[in-house]
Every structure is written in C-alpha cells, then in structure tokens.
C-alpha cells in the first residue's frame, strides 16, 4: 500500500520538518545541513528515506544534488491532505521562516556577485563564448514585434538588437550595476527603450502585454526555472513567442565556482518539460558547439492558447 510507505517515511520528526521545508523550495544538500543544524550523514539518510518513498525527488546537477517534494499526482495528493496538519506546528512555521530567510540570503548573494562583475561581464561572458556571437543568433530567431522583453538583460547588448525588431523593448535585471552598464550603453540615445529593476520571479510587466520574451544566458542562474516560465507566460499574449538560450547539460564544475551557476545546463527534455508546465508549446531548438566543448541550445516556444 503506497498510503503504508508515505506514512512510515513520516513516522519521525525529523523528516516531518524536511518534508515541509522542501514543498516550498528546492534546496541543496549543504542548505539542508546548514538550515536543520544537523550532521550531513544524518541528513543524507533521512533524506534517502524520503526519496525511496517518492516524497521527495533529487536533481543532480554535475557534483551536487537539490531535493524537493515530488510533484507526481499520489505523492502531492498524499502531502496535500496532511499540509493542513502542518500549519497548526509552531517548529514547522519556523523552519519555513527560517529557510524564507536561507533563500533571500542566497538572491541577495548572487545579486551582490552581478553587482561585483558589472563591468567585467561582457568579457566574461565572451571568454566563454569565444568567437560565437550569441546576440546575433537569437536575433536571428526574432521577428519583427510590437513589445519586446529581454530578462536579465544585463549590460544591454542584446537589448540594443531587440529594440531594432520591436516597436518597444523593455531589459530587466535584478543588478543594480548591471543596468548602470546598460544606461551608458543607451545614454545617448534611449528611444522606444527602457530599463526596470526587478527580479525574474516577479517581472515589473503588465499581464499579456509582451509579443516576445528572451532569456539568454541567465536561466542557469535561477533557483526555479519553472517559476520564471510560468511568469513569462502571464507578460505574454496568446501567440507569444519565448526564446530561451542556455548551455546543454554539462558537468563543468568550474562554470559553477566561477560564475556561481546554480545549473550545469539543461538538457533538450528538461528544457521541454519546463515549457510543458508552464504553457508553451516547443518550436525549435538550434544547438551550437562552444570552444569549451559545451554546447548551448536556443530554444524556441510559443505560448499555448489555452492559457
């Protein structure tokens, strides 16, 4: 009986508090650790137990893993009729309090590394690159529009090209730093541009109003992809087109240290299962082969009309 199995795997206090923590977020191993103030071997087999359970799943990303509860419909069924039994918990609501906190740290973090290498991104970026011009391929995707929308737009350049194609062109970014880069890039001229402050999860754009969305290079960056998706589908009309340009699923732990990649990639499945989820159907995908033997993938979707 698989009810047997979901209770069993909950019949410690311990796991009852993971549980709860990880319908909210997905967390690394060392989050875990660092938030439940406990040994990592403790945590490891806790954790095992829950996921032999199918409470929760593990993503593994090159040498780290994420855990989260498991969206499959009799597990989620299964955590949906005890939540409620949750909240009444003083130590559950505190844990939540307290990874709330873990995840804000770790946004402002990643914010203050953009911050740190504004004015170096453009040759980071192209000493990953090399002589591939990534602008000019996903501009060579993009049709002429009314509203265009570049998110984590960072310096600029590729929103200098999007303006070309679109009646208006909106570049946000959750750094500060960044959109001072891209503010001297456009000082001289900011017709039918404009930059916003704001994160990707919550984008500073009115519902349906976007013809275009572009993701280039920053996908690898968010802690929920999925959730970004389904954001980029409420800016945009029905019909909408989503370009998402990333790296292919890779195992360069350098990227990681260096460039504080929360993903090593995505392969073409996950890519689609994230569109899948969030309401686009998959166009096209165009992969192309970096000097670094890493591949990146510009994927192109279109927004369902169902939505």
């Not at 191993?29 to 799943?57: C, F, W, Y």
Request: glycine residues 6%.
């Amino acid at each position: 009986m698989i009810c047997l199995t979901y209770f069993k795997a909950l019949a410690d206090e311990t796991r009852i508090r993971l549980l709860n923590i990880l319908i909210y977020h997905e967390l690394s191993v060392n989050e875990i650790v660092a938030l439940m103030e406990m040994g990592q071997s403790r945590i490891s087999r806790h954790l095992k137990v829950l996921t032999d359970s199918g409470l929760l799943e593990c993503r593994r990303d090159g040498a780290w893993a994420f855990y989260s509860a498991v969206g499959r419909k009799d597990a989620s069924r299964f955590v949906d009729s005890i939540r409620p039994l949750f909240k009444s918990e003083q130590r559950l609501a505190d844990d939540l309090e307290t990874a709330s906190v873990l995840v804000k740290e770790r946004s402002i973090k990643s914010r203050n590394f953009f911050n740190s290498i504004a004015s170096e991104w453009n040759y980071l970026q192209q000493k990953v690159l090399g002589d591939f011009d990534l602008n000019q391929a996903i501009l060579d995707c993009v049709g002429q529009c009314r509203f265009a929308v570049d998110l984590g737009c960072g310096t600029g350049e590729l929103l200098a090209g999007l303006r070309k194609k679109a009646g208006f062109a909106v570049g946000i970014d959750s750094s500060r730093k960044m959109l001072d880069q891209a503010e001297k890039l456009f000082s001289s001229d900011k017709k039918n541009i404009e930059l916003r402050l704001g994160e990707l999860e919550h984008l500073p754009v009115g519902n349906s109003e976007a013809d275009l969305a572009v993701i280039s290079m920053a996908m690898h960056h968010l802690a929920n992809p999925e959730k970004v998706a389904i954001e980029v589908a409420r800016i945009l009309k029905i019909d909408g087109i989503f370009i998402i340009a990333d790296f292919e699923k890779h195992t360069n732990e350098e990227m990681r240290k260096k460039y504080g990649d929360r993903w090593l990639g995505f392969s073409k499945d996950e890519i689609r299962t994230i569109l899948d989820h969030s309401g686009f159907e998959e166009q096209e995908i165009k992969t192309f082969q970096l000097k670094q033997s890493i591949n990146l993938n510009i994927t192109i979707a279109r927004k369902n009309n169902e939505l």
